[in-house]
Structure formats: C-alpha cells, structure tokens
C-alpha cells in the first residue's frame, strides 16, 4: 500500500486519554498512532474494555468526565483538534466528523419526532434552511433504505425496529456530508441479517460518496467485510496493524492470533469429536495498572524472558506492524495446536434416535400465544403468537441448536420447556412424563433434572449474596444430601474457578467467571438438561471460546444434553448435533449441524448462513450473498401460507396460499419450504 | 377515558365510605362536642339533639342519605354552624385555593430553574445551593417554619403584616370569585390589592417551601438522568449547542416525572394547609377541616372527604392526559 502523497485526514500521535479518578488514573487509552487518508475505511478491533471507544470519543472531544486527554495530537485537517475550543469543536462535529454508536434503541430521543432530529443536525451548522433539510431528510431516509420515509420522518422512534433506527442514525450521520464518520460496534446490537444490510450501506455510502469511515467492532468478520486497514488494540495501545488480508491470514501478534482462533468460523471444516476452541488463559488486565512489559505477558502462549521489556510497535512486514518482540524479524506465529480430545466418558459422541428411542424432551404441536392490551375499548383483543405449533425431540446428550432472529421465540421455546410459561396447546414431554400441565409441585422433581442458563449472568445472580450461598441454596431447595461446604468447593472447581471464590459477591468478577458461577449454580442439583439461552452472546471472543469449552467438558464429564440458543451461527454450527431454525414462532427447517451449512434447504436457512460475515477479505468477496429482504414483520398478524414468504427471494403464489409443512428431505433433513434447495 | 371516569367516581365513593366507617367508630360524640356538660347531662335533651342530626337512625341508612344527597350536590347541614355545609367551603374554600395557588406558582418559580441549572451545573455552588434548599424545604417541620416566619418578618423586622388575609382596618372587597387577587384587580382597587398581597407573602412561602423542596430536587434527579442517556450524547455528537441539548433534548424528557410530581404536589397544598393557616390565621379550608374535625361535624367531615379525594382523583387524571401530550410512547386508550 504506497503512503498517498496528500496529507492525511487524520493523524492521530502518541493519544493518551486518561480518567483521572479518586483511585488512580485509568489509562484507558495509552499511546495510539495512526493516521488515517481521505475516503479509507480504518477497522479498530479488540476486547471489551481495550480502549476502542475512548479513542473514538476523544477524536469527537465527546469524552465522559473524568477523562482527559493528557498526551499526544490529533490533527484533522490541519487543525489540532485536543486543542479547540469548544466552540471551535462544535462546529466540527456532525459537520466534518460524524459519529453513531453501538445501540439504536437508545439512540434516538423519544419525545422527538424523526424529522426534528434529523433537521435539526443539518441547521446547526447553518448549512441548510429548515425547509430544504426537511425535504432533505426525506432523501436521506430514502438512500438509507428506510421504506416510506416520506411518512417516516413523522414518526416517533419507537414505532422503529433498532435496524430501521440504525438507518436514520446513519442518515443523521451523513445529513452534512462529513469527511470522515465513525461508527462504533453500529451492528453489535442488530441481528446477523440486520447486520448484513446495515454493513452493505455503510460500504456502498464509502464507495459512492468518499467518506472516511472508522469502524470499531469486536467481530473480526465485520471488520474484514467493510475496511481496507485493521488495527488491533489491546489494553489501552495499538498491538497490531495492517492490511485484513495478512492480518487475518498470517497474524503477527499473539493476541491477533488469539482472536482468530477462538472464534469458530461457519467456513471452517466440523470435527464432532473435538470441539474445543483455542483460548488464551486468563482475564483482561486492569488498567489502573498496567502490566510491566509486554502487557500481553500474563496471557501470551509464546511469552519468553526478553518480554520483560515493553516491545515497541516495530514493522513485520512493508504495510503492517507489531508490537511483538518474536515476530520483530518478520516471521510468523505458528498455528495452534490441535487438542488432543479427552478419552471419551461412557457418553456416545454422536448420539441418534436408535440409541434411545425415547426421547429425553419430546415437544408436539406446542403454541404459545400472549394477548396484549386492547387498542381501545372496542377493538378486538390482540393475540402475539410467540409459539406457534412446534415439534421437536431431544434426545439424551445431544446438543440441539435453537436459532432465528430476534423475537423468533427462541427464549419463549425456553421458557415453556422449563415450565415458567404455560403452553397455550400441545404437549411437551420430559424422559416420557407429559408436563404439559404440570403443576408446581409436580415440576418440583424435575426442576432438579432440568436446568436453565441465562444470557446475562449479572442480572440472574443475587448481588447480596456470596457465591457460596448462591450454590449452597439449590442443594438446600432440593434437600440434597452430603457436605454442603464440599460440593459448593466440588462444583466451583468443576466450573474452573478456585474454593476461595465461595466467600466473594458476584459483582468481583468479570462477566466470563459470572457466567461460570451461574453454570456452577445450574449444576448444583446435579440436572440432566441444561436450557442455555444465548450463554455467551454478551461475551467477548476469547471468554465466549472458555464457556464453550466448559460446556463441552461438562457434557463429556456429566454426560449433559444441552438446549443450545444462540443468534451467532458459527457457535450454534461448532457446538451443536442437530440445529432447529425458527422464524416467526415456526419451525423452518431441522438438520444435524454439517448438513444444515453444507446444503441448506429452506431458503432463510441459506440467507442467515449468507449474512454471518466471515473473518477473511478474500472469502467475504468471493461468497454467495442471498438477498433478504427488509425484517421479520409482527408475530401479531403473521403473514398468510409461508410466513417467510414476504422477505423469500423465490416466492410464489403457492407459498400465500398454503402453509408449507415440516417434511422430512434428504439425509434426515426437516424442512417447510415447498420449493427446498431452490435457492 | 369513559371508563376512567367510571373509576375515578367509584374512588371518590369508595374513600367516603372509609371515611364514615372510622368516624362513626373512633371515640369521640358530636354530642359532647356541641352540647354543654349541663345539657348533655339531660338525656331528653340529647334525645333531640340525636333526633335533629339524624344521629339515631341505623348506620347504613345514614350512610344512604349521605349518598342521595352526594348526588344532587347536598352535603347537608353542619352541625356546628348551621348551615349548609356547601354554603361553608364556599365561604373558606377561595382562601385556600389562593393560598395553594401562590404556593405552587411559587414553588414552580424557584425549583424548575433551580433544578435545571443545579444539574447542568452539577457540584458548582448553585448544586449545593440547590441541595440545601431542598434537604430543609422537605424536612423543616411546617409549624416551626411558620412561626419562625412569622416572628422574624412580622415581630422583629416588621417587614411583611400580621395574620390574616387583610389588615384588620381594611374593607374587604365586593365578593366576587372570592380570590382576593383577581376580586381587587378586577374591581382596580389597587391599595387592597397590595394589602392581599403582602398578607400572602409569609403563609405562602411557608407552604411552598416542602413543595419547592421536592419540586427542585425531582427536577435535578430528572435533568441528570436525562442529561446522560445516549441521546443526549448523540445530540452533542450532532455538534447542537450547549443550551439546545439541554432544552431541547434533556428537558422534554425530564418533565414527565415532574409532571406527575407536580400534580400530586398540588393537590396536597389544597388539602394540607391546615397547619400554615392555623398560625397564619388564614380563613380557609385547613382551618375549617380542623374545626370539623374537633367538633366531630359529621356532615362537613363527609363532605371535605368527598372534595379531597375528588380532588386528587382529579389531578391524576389530568396528569394521565399530560402524559399522553409530553410522551408518544404512552398508548392512547
Ligand atoms: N411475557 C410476554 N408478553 C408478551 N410478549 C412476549 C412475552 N415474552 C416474549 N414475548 C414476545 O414473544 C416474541 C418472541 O420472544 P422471544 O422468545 O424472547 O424471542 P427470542 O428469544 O428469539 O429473542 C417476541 O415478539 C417477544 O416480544
Ligand atoms: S512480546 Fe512476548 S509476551 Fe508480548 S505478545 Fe510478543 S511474545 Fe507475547
Ligand atoms: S414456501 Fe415459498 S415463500 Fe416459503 S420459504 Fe419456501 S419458497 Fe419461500
Ligand atoms: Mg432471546
């Protein structure tokens, strides 16, 4: 890549933003370089809490107290922007530089309608009357893709879906035609499909507009998918830099290195016998301080004694850089080693219906309909068909995938096995027993067998008590016998943390060990099923690999089957026997994990797969991209015949008029589609 | 909203029936209230005096009449005075109302902008200001404050008059709404119109000042919260000015607990300002309650129960409908 003549947009030297709190200052960004030219694309990736948005917010001087900027220049078309006034700065922000943030639902003020928001962001900089950046708006919303803007812009947020926000943020963010914007994590909080869509504008806006674009994510794929540089941060500095081609193909750094490896790839051949990802060991460091040396040290797998010394950033390479003492002469890092899978437990690795004929969870026809409040006195009342006629059968130590986007009714599906809901009809069926209408008491034995984890470990763990009476409390529940002090010992250590951990409240630990310790509590009573819905989605990469190789481990050991829910396939694809797609409280198709990627038969099966972004330039370019159109409508008025059949690039008039059934297709394939494998 | 209605009026009944149940059950005889000892020693005497109140008649059928009368608008006779109860609250009730009024004015005055800027400006001087204005105004006991007022202002300064709601040589003017303000603006008598006012001056700070209390403290709590939601941080990023993210973004928002507090704020001023008026000599409902109260009038505690609670079923309501104009997310029902 030859350095353009032209002088950068943005050059950003030697930045240290501190918070200067009571405790100590927290250095949360400590030294970063970069620059970056006119109309590029620059991705920022890295762990939660490595300085990515610090970085981002003191570009803007959007900074929260007490952070300062106490070293360093940012130079933005020749102005010192740490330097401005702040006058001086206002005129820069949303003028030249725009900015939009990870999540939409908040984003945008609710007593305000669309238009006043997305005016008022033009007229500020006195570049439009209110009349011409009111009929501008329109033209925005309508280049964003935003359906009817015209009736849009008289709206009020929450009419919006987070992706139809996302969109009039990124319309707000280009009202003035900025020089650079910068979105941070824009697609974290949207689904895959959303994401896909969101990415594809973000790219298309670049190209035909020049607008440099900085673009912050924790997901490498996402990065390889819209820039055309990567840095990687990681505790406060810039660890690695340079093309996505060679970074993600050949990193240079251990902590790049690490990122690529823990996170499954839909693209990567399946082994059902080994399904442990590569982990680095341990947490983040703390940056009130910092370690000494590499800052990497504690965690690197290739630590040597001169890592004792800070490594400087040093080129590995004619467009990229490292701050790596081992890779300083050019070479690079080896791959990780291939595991060597644990000596199978008396649990059969690939289990299937001839084994037990019974199936431990067996679900039929099951519905769940909720009735929301009335519009007004008169109206009819309102029926959201969360659930709506599933069939399924789990069978004992499988792991069974539940995907689908959100509001698909994969928590709901959840929560009706676990007995929290009450089924509107069917039946549902645990080791033979129906529990379709079982009542508390009768649930009592088999909530000791059945066991639910949570996306978010923080909010289901009691702050007020120690970890040792969060598990100490189940086995009292459930009257179990033994040492109480010994299990809670037996089970921490099962979950990978110490005896000592018993006496600490849940808020001392990070959001990977919570996650352990509601693991831990689920546990306790020794349950053959465990209902984990969405267990590592608020995680980030390398966390996310160690739960899932805990779980993996604890079904090998205990022989556990696992109700898996996940909107990140690749997880769903490495993890799981058998995976269920659900759209719109529906079943659409069920496949064991290998077929379903390879030869996906329902037609929203092959648009999720298309949409997951993939951490390598080169594929990302070369992959099939099935158009999806627009988001799933309302579970209140589903559509007639195919629900799917509104966003279906190959509909037909066969599909409006009867509902396709789940029928079994090739190799034990399950699909509802009445053209499978057209598309 | 019908239905609303519907609701608000079984309230208003429900809290009447509580309230006849315990005053018909606490200890306590109007008897011995309004006769003297000689009289209610004399039990032919008190047969009448039963006789004429109605007081002999079984519970439920007391209750009953009380009702009918509720719905052509009769509270009956009250004991004490003699008179039709209706014709009593209208005599002491534009006292009150004033009063309240001034109050609330006031406290909104003071403790919107003092709440806004004590949170745009947060931990300065005018912050500190603003807590202690609000710890005192909502803890400083009402009747200590009144006295204190009073014998600051009136006694030893001499700034503010006396008691009462005019000066004692003064001719109160034509009744015409009873408000004494507006009666003297109307008519231009202006000298007594400066009287009504000074007199205002003391008893309504009194009040005011639990309510300023709250009134600035919910502001600032509500403009802090707002001031850090990521909206507030978007508009910043949109590069709008200081003074437009603050009034036009945090504002809007931080209103709508205000308004509720507001409300409810209101409607304890109208019915609890029995102890500024005690002190202050005020002619007005709080008085006119705790006379009710010690004479054990049962008309006139019914029907100042019946106000009260119509009263705050009535703020509620128009708060409910403020929400629906300030919140689009509120469904409109
Ligand atoms: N208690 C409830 N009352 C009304 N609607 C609900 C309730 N719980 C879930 N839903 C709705 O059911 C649908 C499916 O939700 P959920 O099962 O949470 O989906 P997912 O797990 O795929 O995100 C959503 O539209 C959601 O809003
Ligand atoms: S300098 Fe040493 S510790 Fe740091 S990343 Fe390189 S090998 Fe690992
Ligand atoms: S049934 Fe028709 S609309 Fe539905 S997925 Fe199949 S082809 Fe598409
Ligand atoms: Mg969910």
């Known amino acids: 890549m030859p350095e353009p003549a032209e002088h950068p947009l943005l050059a950003v030297r030697d930045l240290r933003t501190w918070f200067l709190a009571d405790s100590g200052p927290i250095r949360a960004v400590d030294g970063v370089s970069f620059t970056l030219h006119a109309g590029e694309t620059l991705g920022i990736v890295g762990e939660s809490g490595s300085g990515k948005s610090v970085l981002a917010k003191s570009i803007m001087r959007l900074l929260d107290e007490p952070a300062r900027i106490v070293g360093g220049d940012i130079m933005f078309r020749g102005r010192h922007l740490n330097q401005l006034g702040d006058a001086e700065i206002r005129q820069i922000r949303g003028r030249e530089i725009a900015m939009v943030f990870q999540d939409p639902m908040t984003s945008l003020n609710p007593v305000l309608r669309i238009a006043r928001q997305l005016v008022e962001a033009m007229t500020a900089h006195g570049r439009f009357t209110v009349a011409a950046a009111r009929k501008r708006s329109i033209d925005l919303l309508r280049r964003m893709g935003v359906a009817a803007p015209d009736r849009a812009v008289r709206a009020y947020p929450h009419h919006f879906s987070g992706g139809m926000r996302q969109r009039v943020m990124l319309a707000m963010g280009f009202s003035n035609e900025p020089a650079l914007l910068i979105a941070d994590e824009p697609t974290t909080a949207l689904d895959v499909t959303i994401q896909a869509q969101i990415l594809d504008l973000l790219r298309d806006l670049n190209a035909s507009l020049g607008t440099a674009v900085i673009l912050i994510s924790h997901d490498l794929g996402v990065i390889a998918n819209v820039c055309s540089r990567v840095l990687v941060m990681y505790a406060g500095e810039v660890v690695e830099e340079g093309a996505p081609e060679d970074l993600l193909s050949d990193p240079r750094h251990p902590y790049t290195w690490a990122l690529l490896h823990a996170a499954p790839r839909i693209d990567a051949p399946l082994d059902a016998s080994e399904r442990r990802l590569a982990t680095i060991e341990g947490q983040p460091p703390d940056p009130r301080a910092w370690p000494a040396g590499c800052r990497f040290r504690a965690r690197c797998p290739f630590a040597e004694a001169r890592c004792a010394e800070p490594p400087p950033l040093s080129a590995t390479g004619p467009t990229r850089a490292a701050r790596c003492w081992i890779t300083q002469d050019g070479s690079s890092l080896p791959p990780p080693p291939r595991r060597t899978a644990a000596p199978a437990a008396a649990a059969p690795s690939a289990p299937s219906a001839a084994d037990s004929p019974v199936p431990m969870l067996r679900l039929a026809g099951v519905t769940k309909h909720f009735a929301l409040a009335r519009e007004s006195l008169f109206a009819p009342p309102r029926m959201l068909r969360a659930v709506d006629g599933v069939d399924l059968d789990v069978f004992k130590g499988e792991t069974v995938g539940l995907v689908g986007e959100s509001g698909c009714g994969k928590s709901t599906l959840a929560r009706l096995i676990a007995r929290l809901h009450a089924p509107t009809s069917g039946t549902i069926a645990f080791d033979g027993q129906d529990i379709t209408t079982a009542s508390i008491a009768e649930m009592r034995p088999l909530r000791r067998r059945m066991q639910m984890i949570f996306q978010d470990p923080f909010a289901s763990l009691n702050p007020r008590m120690t970890v040792g009476d969060i598990l100490a409390g189940p086995i009292a529940l459930h009257g179990l016998a033994g040492d109480p002090a010994l299990r809670v010992a037996e089970l921490l250590d099962l979950v990978g943390l110490a ?42 990469v390398n966390i996310q690999a160690q739960i899932i190789n805990l779980m993996v481990d604890l079904q090998e050991r205990l022989g556990l089957t696992y109700l898996f829910i996940a909107h990140d396939l690749a997880v769903v694809r490495h993890v799981c026997d058998r995976i269920v797609v659900l759209y719109l409280g529906r079943v ?55 629900r799917f059949r509104t966003r279906c690039p190959i509909a037909a008039p066969l599909c409006a008029a009867e509902v396709p059934l789940l029928r079994p297709g090739a190799d034990g394939q399950f699909v509802a589609c009445h053209f499978p494998g057209a598309l | 909203m019908a239905s609303r209605l519907v609701t608000a009026c079984i309230m208003v009944v429900l809290a009447s029936f509580v309230v006849f149940l315990i005053a018909n059950t606490v200890p306590g005889d109007p008897v011995l209230a309004q006769l003297g000892d000689l009289a209610a020693a004399n039990p032919a005497v008190v047969a009448a005096f039963r006789h004429r109140w109605g007081l002999d008649l079984p519970l439920w059928e007391r209750y009953w009449i009380f009702l009918e009368g509720l719905t052509r608008g009769d509270f009956g006779e009250s004991i004490a005075s003699h008179r039709p109860v209706m014709q009593d609250i209208a005599e002491y009730g534009p006292a009150t109302v004033e009063l309240a009024s001034v109050a609330f004015v006031l406290s909104l005055a003071l403790g919107l902008p003092l709440g806004i800027l004590a949170a745009v400006r947060r931990d300065s001087w005018i912050d500190n200001l603003a807590r202690m204005i609000s710890l005192v105004g909502v803890s400083a006991p009402t009747f200590w404050l009144a006295f204190v007022m009073l014998a600051v202002f009136y006694g030893a300064l001499d700034w503010a008059p006396g008691p009462g709601r005019l000066d004692v040589a003064a001719f109160p003017p034509e009744r015409l709404t009873g408000l004494l303000l507006l009666d003297t603006a109307w008519l231009g008598d202006w ?46 990023a949109k590069g709008l000015l200081a003074r437009t993210i603050v009034t036009g973004h945090a504002l809007p928002n931080a209103m709508l607990p205000v308004v509720t507090l507001g409300g409810l704020a209101y409607a304890n001023l109208l019915a609890g300002a ?35 609670a119509a009263l705050f079923v009535l703020v509620n309501l128009l708060v409910d409908m403020s929400y629906a104009l300030l919140d689009p997310r509120t469904v409109k029902t």
């Not at chain 2, 600035?216 to 507030?232: F, I, P």
Request: proline share 10%; aromatic share 6%.
């Open chain 2, 274 to 308: 029995v102890m500024t008026e005690t002190v202050f000599s005020w002619p007005g409902l709080g008085r006119y309650t705790f006379r009710s109260a010690v004479a054990i009038d049962f008309p006139a505690i019914m029907a100042i129960t019946v106000i009260v």
């Open chain 1, 588 to 642: 659409m198709e069920i496949a064991r994990a290998g077929d379903l990627f390879a030869r996906p038969l329902h037609p929203y099966t092959a648009a999720l797969i298309a949409a997951a972004p993939v951490p390598d330039p080169r594929i990302e370019r070369s992959r099939r991209r099935v158009p999806m159109l627009g988001e799933p409508p309302s579970a209140i008025a589903p559509p007639s015949g195919c």
């Open chain 2, 191 to 236: 000298a007594t119109f400066r009287d009504a006012a000074a007199h205002l001056v003391l008893p309504a700070v009194v009040l005011a000042s639990s309510t300023l209390g709250l009134i600035t403290r919910t502001t600032r709590a509500a403009m802090l919260d707002a001031l850090s939601q990521d909206y507030v941080r978007v508009a910043r």
């Open chain 1, 499 to 540: 005896p000592a951990h018993a006496a600490r409240y849940p808020h001392e630990f990070s959001g990977g060990q919570r996650q352990r310790i509601s693991i831990a509590r689920a546990l306790a009573v020794g349950p053959e099923l465990i209902l984990a819905d969405e267990p590592v989605s608020a995680l980030d």
